[in-house]
């Protein structure tokens, strides 16, 4: 079993910073992609950011400039660094990562719980 445990949502006012953290668990081989994502009321889930196992990193258009991806893979742990925060930013934030399992069981896609974050004016 591997499970993904997001924090670090909170409600913070406009123009403020936030980091989320997201700590994977179980039996864990290696992780290649992590990722990022979000849902606002009513709208379908989106990318934000995706980071390679490299450290390459990929960002939606709407937080370029504003929210670095980055994680520890000794600590199996993915972070995202939120500047600027805006008003539209306010949705539940997931991660995901594609995790390789031991031998014989190939590689999940696992996601976590989610973790709020409410931006107010």
């Known amino acids: 079993q591997v499970q993904l445990a997001e924090s670090g949502g909170d409600l913070v006012q406009a123009g403020g910073s936030l980091r989320l953290s997201c700590v994977a668990s179980?039996?864990?081989?290696?992780?290649?992609?992590m990722g990022w994502y979000r849902q606002a009321p009513g709208k379908q889930r989106e990318l934000v950011a995706i980071?390679?196992?490299?450290?390459?990193?990929n960002y939606a258009d709407s937080v370029k400039g504003r929210f670095t991806i980055s994680r520890d893979n000794g600590r199996n742990t993915l972070y995202l660094q939120m500047n600027s925060l805006k008003l539209e930013d306010t949705a539940v934030y997931y991660c995901?990562?594609?995790?390789?399992?031991?031998?014989?069981?190939?590689?999940?896609?696992?996601w976590g719980q989610g973790t709020q974050v409410t931006v107010s004016s």
């Open positions: 179980g039996s864990i081989v290696s992780i290649n992609f």
């Open positions: 980071i390679t196992n490299g450290g390459t990193t």
């Open positions: 995901n990562a594609n995790v390789k399992l031991p031998i014989g069981l190939g590689t999940r896609l696992v």
